[in-house]
């Protein structure tokens, strides 16, 4: 593929304390990456390291080819979707989603038509006036994906943001995140996606990365990960390890 990569972790150092991390990763343009491994490993500190709310001790962060390394979140071309965390509880639905492309909220006539647009997109229409705490879980992060879309990055991040919704309403929501990204105009969007859920991953992703410890130990095409070929750590973790093996 010759356009750059979505995202790339080259030589990444960082440590907390308690252990040292070290990535390299390279994701393509508009492929699908999940991150799964067992608590602690990692997963969540790779993606703040891209997203940069963890500033790497040595290495460099490129996203879309741009070195990120040394510039704030706000300032990477990616989104990010978290479970919790992800409207303003004083803004109404319009407003929580605007600020996805008029940060000072500040919306011309032609912003107003394409939030509209985003949350047609998610189901959401008729919901502008509404306060995140007069809906349910899942129609928050709904809004909270209508945001994300709505900034067009080639890059989104996802930590676990439908965990709390239920299994049926998880598929949905990222069924429907499926389709947005796919119909994305530059292409569609890549996504890293931290799962507990080796299913959600089965369903969506391209590739899976296994971490262990502070390090990717494998990484290739979801079924071969997931299947743990040849890396019994990867089984233990599934639970699919045979006895005695
Ligand atoms: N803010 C922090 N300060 C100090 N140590 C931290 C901090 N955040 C995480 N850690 C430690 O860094 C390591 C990696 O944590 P991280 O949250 O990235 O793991 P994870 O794979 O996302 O885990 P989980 O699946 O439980 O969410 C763990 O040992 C954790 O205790």
């Known amino acids: 593929m010759s356009a750059a990569p979505a995202l790339r972790l080259d030589g990444v150092r960082f440590a907390y304390e308690a252990m040292r991390m070290r990535f390299d ?3 393509e ?3 699908w990456l999940a991150l799964i491994g067992p608590s602690g490993a ?3 500190t790779l993606l703040d390291l891209a997203a940069g709310f963890a500033e790497p001790d040595a290495g460099r962060v490129l996203v879309a080819g741009v070195d990120v390394t040394s510039r704030p979140p706000a300032e990477r071309p990616l989104s990010i979707l978290f479970q919790d965390n992800n409207l303003f509880p004083h803004l109404d639905v319009f407003r929580n989603v605007a600020l996805g ?7 011309s006539p ?3 038509t394409r939030v509209a647009a985003a949350l047609d997109a998610v189901g959401l229409a008729g919901f502008e006036k509404r306060r995140p705490a007069e809906m349910s879980g899942g129609e928050r992060q709904r809004v909270a994906l209508a ?3 709505l900034r067009d990055r ?3 991040l996802l930590d676990e943001p439908f965990a709390a919704l239920g299994p049926a309403l998880r598929q949905e929501m990222l069924e429907l995140l499926q389709r947005l990204r796919a119909e994305r105009q530059g292409g569609p969007a890549a996504v890293v996606m931290v799962t ?3 299913e959600d991953a089965a369903e969506h992703a391209d590739r899976v990365a296994f971490l262990e410890a502070g390090e990717i130990v494998a990484v290739g095409p979801t079924r071969d990960v997931l299947t743990g070929q040849g890396e019994p750590r990867i089984a233990a973790y599934l639970g699919t390890a045979k006895p005695g093996t």
């Not at 492309?101 to 919306?107: E, M, N, S, Y």
């Open 154 to 156: 080639p890059l989104l």
């Open 42 to 44: 990692g997963k969540s």
């Open 196 to 198: 507990h859920h080796p």
């Open 25 to 27: 990763l390279v994701v």
């Open 110 to 112: 032609a912003d107003r």
């Open 101 to 107: 492309i008029a940060p000072g909220l500040r919306v």
């Open 29 to 31: 343009p508009g492929e």
């Open 147 to 149: 945001r994300a879309f």
